[in-house]
């Protein structure tokens, strides 16, 4: 019942920025935290940026000031402002919904990043 729809992917050149959206339908009860992942080819995936109900961010080294995570409970959706991008980000970026009291998660389909000349 619950899914996670991403959009905003696309191609973009080196230094140029993208937004990622996450909503998120059907009832997610107690706290979470949301989060965006990303695989690119041939490595494992791991996690770019996560913030908790309370707004506590966290970022992988890797995109510290670049990236920007946000979430608007009311909207039920999390957000990504992705700056300054370098090929090294291409990669299929994927949305993350943790209902941390119960550690069940949810999955968005995700959405290719392509950075790029």
């Known amino acids: 019942q619950v899914q996670l729809v991403e959009s905003g992917g696309g191609l973009v050149q080196p230094g140029g920025s993208l937004g990622l959206s996450c909503t998120i339908s059907g009832s997610i009860f107690g706290g979470t935290t949301m989060g965006w992942y990303r695989q690119a080819s041939g490595k494992q995936r791991e996690l770019v940026a996560a913030?908790?109900?309370?707004?506590?961010?966290s970022y992988a080294d890797s995109v510290k000031g670049r990236f920007t995570i946000s979430r608007d409970n009311a909207k039920n959706a999390v957000y990504l402002q992705m700056n300054s991008l370098k090929p090294e980000d291409t990669a299929v970026y994927y949305c993350?919904?943790?209902?941390?009291?119960?550690?069940?998660?949810?999955w968005g389909q995700g959405t290719q990043v392509t950075v790029s000349s």
């Open positions: 913030v908790t109900s309370a707004g506590r961010t």
């Open positions: 993350n919904v943790e209902r941390r009291a119960v550690g069940i998660s949810y």
